[in-house]
């Protein structure tokens, strides 16, 4: 099926520092959603936006919704062991069928 | 946010045999639920959408009379896994859209591993 193309595809990255995630896509999407998956449970939802520029922020996570509507990016902000995991984003489409495109998955890891 | 449950949240079963897993939404009504995929380091792959009172849709490529898919409630969706072999063994994962307020959220449930011997 369709998925975005979202990158990094993993990163490693020291406790403290910030990480950046994006995702792109070919189409205008009305909603992006960003999750964070653990293994072995299902994806919990970090953030969510419902209007081009929109910026939000939720603790130490931001993100921004592309102006263009093709795009979003997540940030977080001081990293620490327990941001580990596989962060995926969502974008929501209501031209043609209704439903969720997902990202490929970032896989974070932490080194404390 | 939202709560999705989903039962069981592992099940091993014989091939040949099959299984019925549970989506629930606990304290909103899901007029949509999606049923999702997932097999190990990969991303979720939608199988189908279920509609509460009608038929579901489903992905190219799934079979609809492997994976049954029924919507009768606006708070249950179920999925079952019919004669089910060992290639169908993998985590499957639902979600219920949620229109709260007019603005369109998925939350997921916890997930279900399936395992066929």
């Known amino acids: 099926g369709q998925q975005l193309n979202q990158s990094p595809q993993s990163m490693f990255i020291q406790e403290g520092e910030d990480v950046s995630m994006n995702c792109t896509s070919s189409s205008i999407f009305n909603t992006w959603l960003w999750y964070k998956q653990d293994p072995g449970e299902g994806p919990v939802l970090l953030i969510a936006?419902?209007?081009?520029?929109e910026l939000t922020s939720n603790g130490r996570l931001t993100a921004q919704f592309g102006i263009t509507r093709k795009d979003s990016f997540l940030n977080i902000s001081a990293s620490i062991p327990s941001d580990v995991g596989i962060y995926f984003c969502?974008?929501?489409?209501?031209?043609?069928?209704?439903?969720?495109?997902f990202g490929t998955g970032t896989r974070l890891k932490v080194l404390a | 946010g939202a709560v999705v449950s989903q039962h069981p949240s592992w099940v091993i079963c014989k091939s040949g045999t099959s299984v019925k897993i549970e989506c629930r939404s606990l304290?909103?009504?899901?007029?949509?639920m999606f049923w999702y995929r997932q097999f190990p380091k990969q991303s979720l792959m939608l199988m189908a959408t279920s509609n509460e009172g009608s038929k579901a849709t489903y992905e190219q490529g799934v079979e609809k009379d492997k994976f049954l898919i029924n919507h009768a409630s606006l708070t249950l969706s179920t999925l079952t896994v019919t004669s089910a072999h060992p290639e169908d063994s993998s985590f499957y994962i639902c979600?219920?859209?949620?229109?709260?307020?007019?603005?369109?959220?998925?939350?997921f449930g916890p997930g279900t591993r399936l395992l066929v011997l």
């Open positions: 936006l419902y209007k081009a520029g």
């Open positions: 969502a974008g929501y489409t209501t031209s043609g069928t209704y439903k969720y495109i």
């Open positions: 979600s219920a859209r949620d229109l709260a307020g007019a603005r369109e959220t998925q939350y």
């Open positions: 304290d909103f009504q899901a007029t949509t």
